[in-house]
């Protein structure tokens, strides 16, 4: 084995492991101070591992009950340098603007069992490893949105965690056809075993929404514009850039792109692709926070990939080509999209007449016009990319993708417009960014500056296609000047309303049609468990049955309730846990 195998062999399990260890750490209250100021660098082994040549190098886990290992192929290896930057990023940010929160021991609890979770996945080379990864992270998350104990957090954690719930059990569902399917649990069997299944429609199927709904699929993605504003800034930018990610990675691990043509179910992820891309527009641009806009436009462009994965389905000889394609696209996305929303902490300095204010305003516009794909920026290169791949669409759809996908390059401009619109007049009630946010904002913006000319694609590992990342300069030009211009004659003509425009269509939408047709039956429900059965079913005790029996019944029925709060169920669980690991 080389240096570089010895030294990935040597890394890989620290991805992991760090982050617990420095929550070990974070336990004991005389050691905060120093766990704190370490967990900005908890992501460090994922990002040395990046930087080591490639190496096929595994670290086994034979303790584990069903075996397992950890290595580092060309796409988790994108990931990897991703996720790391990006919890390092709004460590960073994060020190600084929780410092005077009584909460942020709490906070930093769950943001390191997050980001251990996410680290992992791009690491697992088996399903029971991804699924434990995925499922830490999705459920460490929920300590994250609910930060600040509000209603609407509360809420907002709340439709999260139910949404989590199906998540998890639907793709436990589909792991275990896949591994029945495959006789094995690595990953690299998976996609060919899922091509191959008797099961396959159901599995996909099953995946797609385990998935989807952490990537935002319409119509599952109402967790998504609810969490994203309740959530604190650091913790929005992971969301986002990393958390949003996962969903796309555990697709790219599980599908069988390049296996087999499936020209159903690629009409399926075509049309979910689009109906992201453009409901994702019309939604943000309804919203009057700049968060719920940055989240409408994370659902509207996740819809991009997801249209190339309804390509490669199409025709998988056309994968190596797409491969590397949705790779820039995720990392182009997580950068810009991680950079705007730790700008929205930022804006406090646009009320400065310093330079610190053109500073801010050129590090939000940044990311703004790469996500629109101007030219010079790593969306033009992205979407420059995708572009000539759409001719391999089926049937009709190469001719109009082309078009549709500079209709979405109109739209997101006009979406990064209205965000910098409804962020700079708040600006002037925030406090001015402290020394460590800004770090963690610059070192984004950095890495949106490297991802412009395809170098830092390259210098991870991604292969371009074999002419190479490149775009013409008229085709990222005219959508992007397009849709400008319509944003500076809405600004100038259109009256300036304030937040009704938002009343109109609030965040999490879908909720409230669920609601309006629930109500009915939850009103009938009601009215049968309080008014009618009461009434019709009068309860009598059997014969032998006496009052103190019945007493003992009441008892059982509190020590229910008692079981159903959480830190009583949480140490419940903790007990029953060491009592099987002690077994």
């Known amino acids: 084995m080389t240096g570089a195998g010895l030294a990935q062999v040597g890394l890989l399990p620290l991805v992991p492991l760090l982050p617990l260890v420095l929550l070990t750490v974070l336990w004991f209250r005389r050691c905060t101070a120093t766990a704190l100021r370490l967990v900005p660098w908890a992501p460090l082994p994922g990002l040395l591992l990046v930087l080591l040549p490639p190496s096929e190098a595994v670290f086994e886990l034979p303790w584990m009950l069903l075996g397992g290992s950890l290595g580092l192929d060309p796409a988790g290896r994108l990931f990897l340098f991703l996720f790391s930057l990006l919890w390092m990023a709004a460590g960073l940010y994060a020190r600084g603007y929780l410092r005077e929160d ?5 906070f930093f609890a769950f943001f390191l069992l997050a980001m251990c979770g996410n680290l992992g996945m791009p690491i697992a080379r088996d399903m029971l490893d991804f699924y434990l990864f995925f499922a830490m992270m999705s459920f460490s998350a929920y300590g994250l949105v609910v930060h600040d104990s509000s209603e609407f957090a509360l809420r907002a954690g709340r439709i999260y965690l139910y949404l989590v719930l199906v998540s998890e059990v639907v793709l436990f569902v589909a792991l275990v056809l896949a591994a029945q399917a495959g006789q094995s649990l690595a990953l690299a069997d998976a996609a060919v075993a899922i091509a191959l299944a008797p099961e396959r429609n159901l599995i996909m ?24 504003p309740a959530a604190p800034i650091p913790a ?27 020209p159903g179910w690629s009409l399926v992820f075509i049309l979910l692709g689009l109906a992201m891309a453009f409901f ?36 998988p000889q056309s994968w190596p080509l797409l491969a590397p394609v949705i790779l820039l696209y995720a990392l182009h996305h997580g950068l810009a ?35 629109a794909g101007a030219p010079l920026t790593s969306g033009a290169l992205a979407k420059g990319a995708l572009k000539p791949l759409v001719s391999m669409a089926p049937g009709g759809w190469a001719e109009l993708l082309p078009w549709l996908l500079s209709l979405g390059a109109i739209g997101t401009t006009l979406l990064m417009a209205r965000f910098l619109a ?49 775009y013409g300069l008229w085709d990222a030009l005219w959508p992007v000047a397009v849709g400008a211009l319509v944003a500076a004659a809405a600004w100038l003509r259109l009256p300036r309303r304030g937040g009704e425009a938002a009343a109109l269509l609030p965040p999490g939408e879908l909720l409230l049609v669920l609601r309006k047709f629930m109500q009915p039956l939850t009103q009938l429900a009601r009215r049968l468990h309080v008014d009618v059965l009461p009434r019709r079913l ?3 005790a059997p014969p032998g049955v006496r009052w103190h029996n019945l007493a003992l019944l009441l008892s059982l029925h509190e020590a229910e309730q008692a079981l159903r709060r959480l830190p009583t169920a949480g140490l419940v669980f903790l007990i029953v846990l060491l009592l099987l690991l002690t077994l």
């Open 102 to 106: 009584p909460r942020q021991r709490r």
């Open 422 to 470: 409804v962020l700079w007049p708040r600006s002037a009630a925030r406090q001015a960014p402290r020394p460590l946010m800004w770090s963690g904002w610059g070192l984004l913006i950095l890495g949106v500056l490297l991802c412009r000319d395809g170098r830092l694609p390259d210098f991870i590992g991604v292969t371009a296609t074999p002419g190479g990342f490149s």
């Open 337 to 371: 999209k991680g950079a705007l929303f730790l700008g929205v902490g930022m804006a406090g300095e646009l009320t400065v007449s310093t330079r610190r204010r053109y500073l801010v305003l050129g590090g939000l516009l940044l990311p703004a016009l790469a996500l």
């Open 538 to 540: 009068k309860w009598r």
């Open 236 to 262: 929005s930018a992971v969301l986002s850039g990393a958390m949003i990610k996962a969903g796309l990675l555990g697709l790219l691990r599980f599908l069988p792109l390049g296996e087999v043509a499936l």
């Open 205 to 228: 199927a099953l995946l797609l929404v385990g998935f989807g709904i952490k990537m935002g699929v319409v119509p599952l993605h109402v967790w998504l514009p609810l969490a994203h």
């Open 280 to 315: 994702g527009v019309l939604a943000g641009l309804a919203q009057h926070q700049a968060k719920a806009v940055l989240a409408y436009s994370s659902i509207s462009q996740m819809g991009f990939p997801l249209l190339g994965l309804g390509l490669a389905l199409a025709a």
